[in-house]
Every structure is written in C-alpha cells, then in structure tokens.
C-alpha cells in the first residue's frame, strides 16, 4: 500500500476534530482502533504522525501532548513520592550476552 502523498496528509490532519485525535492517539496506545481491528505496523506510525501533527497545529498544552513527561522540578514533592530503585537483570537466556 502507497503512503499518502504529504499534501492528503496535511489534509487529513486539517480535517481532524478533537474526538478523532482523542481517538487516534489511543488507538495508537493500545494498537487497535476503537472497533477493536489491530493496527499494522504501517498504520500506527501514520497515525502517530498525525496525532503529533495535530498537536502541533492545534497548540496542544506541552503536558497533554503525546509522549509528555513531566519534569520532577516542575512538578510538586508528590513525584518524589513516586520514586523507586529498580534492579536491571538480563532476561533468561541472555546469560551469555554480558
């Protein structure tokens, strides 16, 4: 399957309303769309430009946009709650890869 030319894609992204972008990033999320049909490879990528598109266009606040973490020093000490040591160990099998 061709990708879409960039001038439909802009058109595409135009075209979007809030709810189709809410939906979207989910599907692109969970990796299938609302009616529970999987995404391809292709088709997630493509969505997740146009969501990051829309984002862009629409001025989405930074802390709503796709992929926002937030930043300890600009979050309240309750963050700092959050925190946990985690201890990294090689799957099993991946032994004889150190």
Known sequence: MDSPSFSSFEALVDSMSREVWENMRRAVEL?????GRVLSVEQRALSLQAV???EARNQVPERERTGHVPRPDCESDHIHSLEQI???RPAKGDDDHA
Do not use: N, Q, S
């Open 86 to 88: 985690l201890t990294l």
């Open 52 to 54: 990051l598109a829309w």
């Open 31 to 35: 990796g299938k769309w609302p009616d």
